[in-house]
Every structure is written in structure tokens, then in C-alpha cells.
């Protein structure tokens, strides 16, 4: 049996100092390679919360995640960032592009901050990676200028430029109206199926989350349902 991904072994994330709230409680969970699965709940149930945690940007109060079996509470900040540049792609509601730069730019970021600058191989990567979306017309527009739908599947390029295992999408298609939201969830699904990459999607839309192949449900910071969907 291959190693998961990312591994939650009874993860628990507590807020505040006076009052503590449990936003997770005791979460074992596994995301393997290929995976294509959706996270669903209602709000406040944790969904951004467990995707924090999986993706490293969020350490938990209790408990371990592993990453391609390798133990993330022992790492300190840098050996954290080294890990989630390499392994993990984020996708974001309101995709965070930065403004002022350019399709291409955006997707190149990562990669540049991941080696220290701007190399042709990069800007080539780049490239091939917004072809692969269908937006090689646009490269050198100010996302500023994009429709909603473009700016998303940069998003969704700029997190395949590391060359992910997993991409942890929050919300991908929330803002978005339902062709533009047909449009990436497709695109999710082709990537996913042509380059093996895992994603975890959360979204409040029971009948797009039923579109992939495992169902997880999160109620009150505990997985309540995990269900194969292609059984």
C-alpha cells in the first residue's frame, strides 16, 4: 500500500486563551495519490479550519500530521514552508492573485520563490501551465482584467507550478456563476484524471460534491460521513 499524502492522526485545533473552542476534535483522516474528493458541512463545522491544518499553514493543538509520511510537528517554520512549496497546491474562494502582475507572472510566483528567481524554465512552465487551462491568450494581461472564471484557473494553474501531490481547494467555485463554476470544476477533474494530481475541494454545493469520487462530510470539527462514491 502506497503512503498517503497527507495523514491526520487524531488532530485536535483549539482557539483562544480564556474561552477555548474546538474547531477540530480528534480528526483521522487520509488523502491518497489520484484522489479526487470533496469536503462538504455546514458553516462553522472546521472545513477551512481541516484544510489549514492538512495544507501546514495552520499547526494543530494536538495531534500529528503527516505529510508523504513524514512527521510535520517536528519541523520548524522552514523545514514547513520547504514541504508545503513542494508538495501541496492551494486554490482560494477569492483566489488571491496579485494585482499589478500579469497572468503569467502569477503562475510563476511559486516556482520563482521556490528557486530564487525568474528562470526561462519557470516562465516556459508557466507558460504550458496557463495553455493547459486555456488561457494562453491572456498571459500577459494585468489580471485585473480577467473575468472572474480566468482569474480562478491562474489560481488553479499557479498551483500546479510546483508540481503538487495534493491541491487543497477552499471554496473554488463560490464566487463564481454556475458556467464559469462548470468550467473549473471540469478543469479540476481533467487535471486530475491526466496528471494524477490529488485534490480535496470544500464547497456548500451538495451536488457538485457528489460529481467526485469520495464524499467527505465535517459536522462540529469531526468527520461525521467518508464515503467512496464511485462504489
Same mark, same amino acid.
Given at each position: 500500500?502506497? +503512503?498517503? *499524502?497527507?495523514?491526520?492522526?487524531?488532530?485536535?485545533? @483549539?482557539? !483562544? @486563551?480564556?474561552? *477555548? +473552542?474546538? =474547531?477540530?476534535?480528534?480528526?483521522?483522516?487520509?488523502?491518497? =495519490?489520484?484522489?479526487? +474528493?470533496?469536503?462538504?458541512?455546514?458553516?462553522?463545522?472546521? /472545513?477551512s479550519t481541516l484544510l489549514n491544518v492538512m495544507g501546514l499553514l @495552520?499547526?494543530?493543538?494536538?495531534?500529528?500530521?503527516? *505529510?508523504?509520511?513524514?512527521?510535520?510537528t517536528e519541523l520548524d517554520d522552514d523545514g514547513i514552508t520547504r514541504v508545503r512549496g513542494r508538495t501541496l497546491g492551494f486554490i482560494f474562494q477569492f483566489h488571491h492573485l496579485l494585482t499589478g502582475f500579469t =497572468?503569467?507572472?502569477?503562475?510563476?510566483?511559486?516556482?520563482?520563490?521556490?528557486? !530564487?528567481a525568474f528562470?526561462?524554465?519557470?516562465?516556459?512552465?508557466?507558460?504550458?501551465?496557463? =495553455?493547459?487551462? !486555456?488561457?494562453?491568450?491572456?498571459?500577459? /494581461? @494585468?489580471?485585473?482584467?480577467?473575468?472572474?472564471?480566468q482569474k480562478q484557473r491562474v489560481a488553479i494553474a499557479r498551483a500546479l507550478t510546483n508540481e503538487p501531490d495534493l491541491v487543497l481547494a477552499d471554496e473554488p467555485t463560490g464566487n463564481l456563476d454556475t458556467k464559469a463554476a462548470d468550467v473549473v470544476m471540469d478543469l479540476m477533474r481533467r487535471i486530475n484524471e491526466e496528471r494524477g494530481t490529488a485534490f480535496l475541494i470544500v464547497t456548500h454545493d451538495e451536488e457538485r460534491a457528489r460529481t467526485c469520487k469520495r464524499l467527505l462530510r465535517l459536522v462540529d470539527g469531526e *468527520?461525521?460521513?467518508d464515503r467512496d462514491l464511485e462504489a
Open positions: 500500500m502506497s +503512503t498517503p *499524502i497527507v495523514e491526520l492522526e487524531g488532530v485536535c485545533r @483549539d482557539y !483562544g @486563551d480564556v474561552v *477555548i +473552542t474546538r =474547531a477540530l476534535n480528534q480528526v483521522d483522516l487520509s488523502v491518497e =495519490a489520484n484522489e479526487f +474528493t470533496s469536503l462538504v458541512g455546514p458553516s462553522g463545522s472546521g /472545513k @495552520d499547526r494543530p493543538t494536538e495531534g500529528v500530521v503527516l *505529510i508523504n509520511g513524514e512527521n510535520t =497572468a503569467l507572472e502569477n503562475v510563476m510566483m511559486p516556482a520563482a520563490v521556490d528557486k !530564487g528562470s526561462e524554465e519557470i516562465r516556459q512552465r508557466g507558460a504550458d501551465l496557463l =495553455a493547459e487551462v !486555456g488561457l494562453e491568450d491572456v498571459r500577459d /494581461k @494585468d489580471v485585473r482584467h480577467l473575468s472572474g472564471g *468527520i461525521v460521513e
